[in-house]
């Protein structure tokens, strides 16, 4: 069983990673500004969104040569990258590496037939960028939106949301709600719109007056399906336990320690040895502990114990948000904790970590099937945490 890469809206290929990337302060300070081949990443991806479209494009030989060029390109501004900037924060160099190897294997498949697999692979690219985009709040900014009228409106909120423009992704994501059955939007892409909401509740707005809200009035209608009210009123009670919670020290007197012991607090009963009906009681509760372990990693300063268990956490929590926007997140900030503190108690923990979530997302009914690939990565990831 291998792990399925999910289709996304063409015109997000790569580009709500470069949002991402450029979304931190940190990464623009002490390393080299990527403005300026970020622009030259937004060319290629202008070039090869027309073949990204539909499958027949892209398969198509004539277009070969083209799509090959905007390829290799990519690879190119991205290794630039990788040497360039992003080198202080390790969240953003897992991410970005974890894109290069992305786009390195997209391109490796285009090249050896697999061109409709590598067509999916550039497409999912999109999930990679919204974990860090929703990380901190952020006003909306102005980004061209898609142009091509045949977009589904998820894909389109999706867009929107990893160029955060989050109010227009809102609207998009309760149409399809509350349109529901009518605009034939499936049960799987409702799930999908709702996950979406939480995150900006939790995290965007922190609006949990307004997430309670929100989510019980989810939860009467009576034309969603039972399991999908039964989540909605799950989350409605957990954002309404947060809207009654004393108001929090100001972010600017936060320090390492209290951020993470806060999000240790919301976690303390959470249970991540496996996946069960804690999925539902805990998510809102994880959303928001992400946020915190997100703001210890932000805060100034080098590495420290309470950056290597913000990490260690972060990895384990993605893997359980119940949400397919963080694409492999949890390996990114696991992959980031051993490389950046080898040999330590955290890095031992996250490699347990890694090793766990490697062998669930590659089991099925035939049993655990970890490709040689995966398994040669955690050999050489155990040298370094042990």
Known sequence: MSRIFPSRVA??????VAFALLASPRAQCADEDPRAEMHLLAKEITALQKFLLTDAEFTASKNDAEIKKSLDSLNEHLGYLGKKSFTEDPALK???????QHLSDATRSFREGGKSYSRQMMQSSLQMC?????????ADFSWPEPDAKDIPALDRADFLFATRQFSKGKELYEAAISGFPENRTSQWSLRRAMASLAVFYARVSEDPKGGAEYFAKLASMEKLPIYLKQESSSWAKEFAAWAKEAPKATAAKATEASLLAEGKKLLRHDDFTMVSELGQSFHVRRLRASALFHRVLELPGGKS????????????????ISSNMFFRFGEMYLKAC???????????????????????????SSGTNIPDDEQVELMRLKRIAY
């Open 305 to 320: 114990p309470s950056k290597a268990a913000a990490l260690l956490y972060l990895g384990q929590i993605y893997p359980r």
């Open 338 to 364: 051993i490389t950046e503190y080898p040999k330590s108690g955290s890095s031992k923990a996250c490699y347990v970590a890694l090793e766990f979530i490697t062998a669930e997302g590659f089991s099925g």
């Open 130 to 138: 919204i974990a860090c985009h929703t990380r901190r709040k952020a």
């Open 11 to 16: 015109q997000s290929l790569l580009l709500g």
């Open 94 to 100: 897992a991410n970005l590496s974890l894109l290069q």
